[in-house]
């Protein structure tokens, strides 16, 4: 099983990004999946999550009306679409897949994870 991430790169402050999450090896079209993010220094943090329907959607505050999680379960993908984008959301960010029954916000929960894609925002 794995989760590969993309997308990311360096972009100014004020401008998007769309980073994708591909899964292999199994499909998660039954489970919520998460990204999360880690500076350097610091501990990783919940952005955002939707459940396996794409019906329920959670955002971390500092990210809220910015950021969108979406997901396409015919391709086993789920999608990050970032907006109006900050040097402070400089972290690599990692999906993560849920094998229970909820949508949670907290990473001990989630039971696949992704490498991980870097998120540079210039000033």
């Known amino acids: 099983v794995q989760l590969q991430a993309s997308g990311g790169g360096l972009v100014q402050a004020g401008n998007s990004l769309r980073l994708s999450c591909a899964a292999s090896?199994?499909?998660?079209?039954?489970?919520?999946m998460g990204w999360f993010r880690q500076a350097p220094g610091k501990e990783r943090e919940f952005v955002a999550a939707?459940?396996?329907?794409?019906?329920?959607?959670y955002y971390a505050d500092s990210v809220k009306g910015r950021f969108t999680i979406s997901r396409d379960n015919a391709k086993n993908t789920v999608y990050l679409q970032m907006n109006s984008l900050k040097p402070e959301d400089t972290s690599v960010y990692y999906c993560?897949?849920?094998?229970?029954?909820?949508?949670?916000?907290?990473?001990?929960?989630?039971?696949?994870w992704g490498q991980g894609t870097q998120v540079t925002v210039s000033s």
């Open positions: 993560a897949a849920d094998l229970g029954l909820a949508v949670t916000k907290s990473a001990y929960e989630y039971d696949y």
């Open positions: 090896g199994r499909t998660f079209s039954r489970n919520a």
């Open positions: 939707i459940s396996w329907s794409g019906a329920i959607t």
